[in-house]
T-cell receptor, first 116, second 116 residues
Framework: KQEVTQIPAALSVPEGENLVLNCSFT??????LQWFRQDPGKGLTSLLL?????REQTSGRLNASLDKSSGRSTLYIAASQPGDSATYLC???????????????FGQGTILTVHP | KAGVTQTPRYLIKTRGQQVTLSCSPI?????VSWYQQTPGQGLQFLFE???????NKGNFPGRFSGRQFSNSRSEMNVSTLELGDSALYLC???????????????FGSGTQLSVL
């Protein structure tokens, strides 16, 4: 059974700092890994999707890496801003013999606070 | 293009009642997935529908059911509500979510269900 863990559970940083969020998963038979952002009481916004054959993806100030063999991914946020404050969730799609439709396994998230 | 729309935004019910939640996917998306989010368990997969057929189901009791219509809109129903069903219910859509897909999931803002 796939399990996803995110460290740290919460992070508070001053504006302008570069930061790294960590995600680990137990089953390396994944087909993709996605990073999402969730604002309080809202739905999830997809930030980056890394295919299992890829090592990293970049979008603006965000860079996500994937090391499938070690079961790890990191989300790097450069020059953080107060508007980056949110919960960041890591989710993996796991190959499960044809029963993977629609199913991602999520970590518990990292609550990020960027203070001015 | 309009995003994923979920109605209602908030619901308050009492134990034993039943509830129906609605989800309209992004135009052209035919796969609809449902997730339950609680502070204790995080995000958990309920089920996925494609072309009016349930293709995948999570580990939830039979009180949780769903359906999809020919226009890809989906509903989920929870019967005999329990206090523990209080949660944010999120709907997500994607084009077709073929097995081992590299499609992103697009989430709605969710329905916040409170069971008293």
């Amino acid at each position: 059974k796939q399990e996803v863990t995110q460290i740290p559970a919460a992070l508070s940083v001053p504006e302008g700092e570069n930061l790294v969020l960590n995600c680990s998963f137990t089953d390396s038979a994944i087909y993709n890994l996605q990073w999402f952002r969730q604002d309080p009481g809202k739905g999830l916004t997809s930030l980056l999707l890394i295919q299992s054959s890829q090592r990293e993806q970049t979008s603006g100030r965000l860079n996500a890496s994937l090391d499938k063999s070690s079961g790890r991914s990191t989300l790097y946020i450069a020059a953080s801003q107060p508007g980056d404050s949110a919960t960041y969730l890591c989710a993996v799609g796991t190959n499960a013999g044809g029963t993977s439709y629609g199913k991602l396994t999520f970590g518990q998230g990292t609550i990020l606070t960027v203070h001015p | 293009k309009a995003g994923v729309t979920q109605t209602p935004r908030y619901l308050i019910k009492t134990r034993g009642q039943q509830v129906t939640l609605s989800c309209s996917p992004i135009s052209g998306h035919r796969s609809v997935s449902w997730y339950q989010q609680t502070p204790g368990q995080g995000l958990q997969f309920l089920f996925e529908y494609f072309s009016e057929t349930q293709r995948n189901k999570g580990n939830f009791p039979g009180r949780f059911s769903g359906r999809q219509f020919s226009n890809s809109r989906s509903e989920m129903n929870v019967s005999t509500l329990e206090l523990g069903d209080s949660a944010l219910y999120l709907c997500a859509s994607s084009l077709r979510w073929s097995d081992a897909t590299n499609e992103k999931l697009f989430f709605g803002s969710g329905t916040q269900l409170s069971v008293l």
